[in-house]
């Protein structure tokens, strides 16, 4: 529903306090004042205001205010209001998107507008290097829980004036802060237009999941496909990097990441740290992290491949053979452990911190040689899903080592029911996924192998000396 103001304060001062609701919670603070004979009231939420800054424009009202200026609200906002951030607003429904955002509103007698101050302030915990994203070597700061920082973060690091940032407001309840990110100079200016366009004309009640909510209402149709087509990051560096790129950075409120869009699976797997080296060791960092990957999807199911059909083996490779008496099939036991130890993973996420270490042994150890005793397991077994276990480690993005989990037990259900054929059919399946996944851009999933483009392959596969 519409309202607008009328020329009776008592009327607008009601219709605030009837949209507010001011009467009914306790933390939208009615304060009434007089200005220079005139009726005065400041809607806020306490909590969210500078409690300094309200003290100090408060004392300058009740000393300041020269009747003179009180002919409307742009006359008082020029002459009586020290304080840099203010906007005059003429909409009842603004001003109260803008008090539940945590911006006081001034409601004077006689005025047809409000005035706003932007002195709001979020409880937020310190600025501290993110718990995923941590590098050995450069900057410690990560993002946190408010979009105005996080947005200065960024800026901190990019001080030019092509740099974007592009405010919007998602969700008829939870009204949540979205800020788009880019270099205006450099990103794809269709795809911002589709991007912009999708988040002003979603129609949702609310960001339950912050960013996880944003992109499966923008894009409803495209998760079928397990591998992730955004990439999260903690990191502002990372978010800095990406946009002089000429990628978008979206940034919600609430939440301590960004999404950063398109996103390929080159993308998925570059670190901050190969970065943070020398050309040489960034480059010896970033290949053995896309072996390892490979190696965390393959390992497993060539295994069961050489045990269904051990006359294939070379003798140089006899030794992966299993000598051990089997209790219960190989399979069987890979799919176990894939499981425990996600429920181990999932146990840890929930124990407290002071206890996780303890956990963390235990589990090993029941795990290990006491399963092995008990005869569930094998040696080879254990060891083998071990090393996939820290292989997903090697890269940051928890989807994606979801997305390999799930291809992983793909490709051994079908190498268990189908021997050498099924293990074919699963390297097709995963190949026909990665390449008809597409970015958010609709490029594919695989640029720059498909399509080929050399030049830029090598620099996805190594880590080239930054031009000047």
Known sequence: MFFIFTASYEQNKSLLVRLLRSDDCFDIIERNII????????????????????????????????????KDAHTFAENCVPYVEISVVDNPDDVI????????????????????????????RGTSEPEDDKVLRGS???????????SALIRRRIRDTN??????????????????????????HSL??????????????????????????????????????????????????????????????????????????????????????????????????????????LL?????????????????????????PIHLPIFWQLIIIEICIDGLRLAALHTPSSLTSALGIIGAIAFSQFAIDAGWFTTASTLYMAFVTIANYSQPNYELGYSLKYVRVMLLTLTYALNLVGFIIGIVIIFILLLTNKTISGKSYLYPLIPFKPKELVKKLTRIRVRQ
């Open 97 to 124: 998107k803008n008090v539940l955002s945590g911006i006081p509103c001034l409601m004077v007698e006689g005025f047809s507008e409000c005035l706003a101050f932007d002195m709001r302030t979020y409880p937020q």
């Open 140 to 150: 410690k700061d990560g993002f946190v829980e408010t979009v105005i920082f996080n």
């Open 192 to 297: 911002l237009e589709k991007l912009i366009g999708r988040i002003k004309g979603l129609s949702i009640d609310s960001l339950s999941m912050n960013q996880q909510s944003l992109i499966e209402a923008m894009y409803q149709s495209k998760w079928l496909n397990p591998f992730p087509k955004v990439k999260y990051t903690e990191r502002p560096d990372v978010a800095a990097a990406v946009c002089l790129k000429g990628n978008i950075v979206i940034l919600v409120d609430n939440s301590p990441s960004a999404l950063l869009i398109p996103t390929s699976i080159f993308d998925v797997l570059e670190e901050a740290d190969d970065y943070y080296f020398p050309p040489i060791t960034g480059t010896y960092i970033r290949i053995a992290r896309y072996l390892i990957t490979i190696s965390s999807v």
């Open 300 to 324: 497993t199911p060539i295994w069961l491949l050489c045990l269904q059909n051990p006359d294939y083996v070379p003798d140089i490779f006899k030794f992966v053979l299993q000598t051990e």
């Open 163 to 188: 740099f974007i940032t592009k405010a919007m407001t998602v969700g008829r309840e939870s009204k949540t802060d979205i800020i788009v990110c880019y270099m205006d100079n450099r990103v794809d």
């Open 35 to 70: 200005l220079s004979e005139k009726k005065a009231v400041i809607f806020y939420v306490n909590g969210l205001v500078k409690d300094d800054i309200m003290e100090k424009l408060m004392e300058f009202f009740y000393t300041q205010t020269e009747p003179s200026f009180l």
